[in-house]
């Protein structure tokens, strides 16, 4: 895929608290990505604060819904890009990340190699953000226990070929999005349906942990079944079950080296 464009999508519920340094992230990577144009479109789903008003002062297209529901915020946010981009505009790429996630500089540079190889869908990993000086981090550690299960401990082996899936980590090509129909109106796991779908009808997927995006460690989240959710059940669990793996990773799908 010769990628000629690329559009980042955030969904958000009243995230004034951590858009900013969102949108700000993005920023940096769409820098490193020049002279490819960028475009970040951020849905403010049922905002009661200043999230929309912060992105939009941040440089984001702002697109305001109300439907509490992620799935469809992602859809939207899609769509929106797209009609920015133009319907004639070939080769373009869709990056998704959260409104509570920091993503690194290389995060777009990673994702478009890997369209340039021919992957439709690349599924990137998750850290959690440094806990704030009032947290024993607790959280962090009952989540990295269970979340790093399946890494392989030898050094110098082959890249980790994760089993997680995040709407706040991936990216695929608009035309492989619109083949099976893009985003389900879901209120949860409407990132695994995608995978789900792009799997099931041969779309190559890479899965790669070396541009992990950085997500908040709250324990009351926006979506339900999300990763405050998990957090909260590692806290209550006071072990990170076995399950926690299983409830984070998605079906396995066709892979190769880092580029």
């Known amino acids: 895929m010769n990628v000629s464009a690329v559009a980042v999508?955030?969904?958000a519920h009243n995230e004034a608290e951590r858009v900013v340094a969102c949108i700000r992230s993005?920023?940096?990577a769409a820098d490193q990505v020049a002279p490819l144009p960028v475009h970040t479109v951020l849905v403010a789903d049922d905002c009661t604060d200043a999230t929309a008003a912060?992105?939009?002062r941040e440089g984001a297209h702002v697109l305001a819904?109300?439907?509490?529901n992620v799935g469809a915020a992602r859809a939207a946010g899609v769509l929106r890009a797209l009609s920015l981009l133009g319907p004639s505009e070939p080769d373009?790429?869709?990056?998704?990340?959260?409104a509570d996630s920091t993503v690194p500089a290389h995060w777009l540079t990673r994702q478009t190699a890997w369209a340039r190889r021919?992957?439709?869908l690349v599924l990137g990993t998750i850290r959690l953000a440094p806990p704030a000086p009032t947290s024993s981090g607790r959280a962090r550690e009952r989540h990295d226990a269970a979340y790093f299960r399946?890494?392989?401990?030898?050094?110098?082996?082959?890249?980790?070929?994760?089993?997680?899936?995040?709407g706040a980590n991936m990216g695929f090509s608009a035309t492989a999005y619109r083949r099976v129909g893009g985003f389900a109106p879901l209120t949860t796991s409407e990132d695994r349906d995608l995978v789900d779908r792009l799997s099931a009808a041969g779309h190559r997927i890479a899965r790669s942990d070396d541009h992990p995006v950085r997500s908040a460690d709250r324990l009351r989240g926006r979506a339900p079944g999300g990763l405050a959710d998990l957090l909260a059940s590692l806290r209550l669990s006071g072990q990170p079950p076995e399950v926690a793996t299983a409830a984070m990773a998605g079906p396995r799908s066709t892979t190769a080296p880092e580029p």
């Open 9 to 11: 999508v955030v969904p």
């Open 26 to 28: 993005i920023g940096s």
């Open 54 to 56: 912060l992105a939009a």
């Open 65 to 68: 819904i109300a439907r509490r």
């Open 92 to 98: 373009i790429w869709l990056a998704m990340t959260d």
């Open 118 to 120: 021919g992957h439709d």
């Open 150 to 166: 399946t890494r392989p401990t030898t050094p110098g082996g082959p890249p980790w070929q994760h089993p997680h899936i995040h």
